[in-house]
């Protein structure tokens, strides 16, 4: 199983704007973790547009959480990311294309794996995820009094 490029991003933004504690920049961002701020651009609007940051224009403006760490569900979130987590193509009525697939018990296999990887994410928050935010932020060089 691989999470989108999208969704890694999204999680790694998250954790930087959550250790900032005050408002952030997309190039804060990207320059921490040495990705595309045009890349980041969208999954910030995403993330806006999903109720989970603050996005604030303009000089003075920047990137704030809009919900607590602790009420967000990394499994949910994962699946409000990835809307189209299909492992393989017969998943998906559209793509299946595979002449074996009336028949396969491989699907059902895949798919109760796809549901046990879900369900271990839900048993987490963003918050979780953030128990050692000292080491976090030296690695970010993000500086304490952020």
């Keep these: 199983m691989q999470l989108t490029q999208f969704t890694d991003y999204s999680l790694r933004a998250l954790i930087y704007i959550v250790l ?3 408002l952030c920049t997309i190039n804060e961002i ?16 995403n993330l806006s547009k999903m109720g989970i940051i603050r996005t604030t224009r303009g000089k003075s403006g920047g ?22 987590f299909d492992l393989v193509p017969c998943f998906n009525k559209q793509k299946a294309n595979c002449c074996i697939a009336p028949v396969c018990k491989l699907k059902r296999i895949l798919f109760e794996a796809k549901e046990s990887f879900l369900a271990i994410l839900k048993e987490y928050t ?4 953030l128990d050692n935010p000292v080491a976090l932020k030296e690695l970010l060089s993000i500086s304490e009094k952020d």
């Design 20 to 22: 900032r504690k005050e």
């Design 30 to 45: 990207a320059n921490a973790y040495a990705i595309s701020s045009n890349h980041l651009l969208k999954i910030i609007h």
């Design 126 to 129: 963003l918050a979780d995820i």
């Design 63 to 84: 990137i704030t959480m809009a919900q607590n760490p602790s009420d967000i569900n990394l499994g949910e979130l994962v699946i409000k990311l990835e809307p189209n």
